[in-house]
């Protein structure tokens, strides 16, 4: 059985940790599209903004 600092230098431990930073990344840019939306901010500008194609 691994101990826990055995399981964090695994690869599917890493695999799962940059997965999970990424969807955090995400959920984030999810989040402020209606608030730059409501300050006027076209679709364009947002997705330049938050750096995401549209």
Partial sequence: MFSLD????????????????????????LETVPRLLALGLTVEQVAKALEVRH
């Fill in 6 to 29: 055995e399981l964090k230098q695994t690869q599917y431990f890493q695999d799962v940790r940059q997965e999970a930073r990424e969807e955090g990344r995400l959920e984030n840019k």
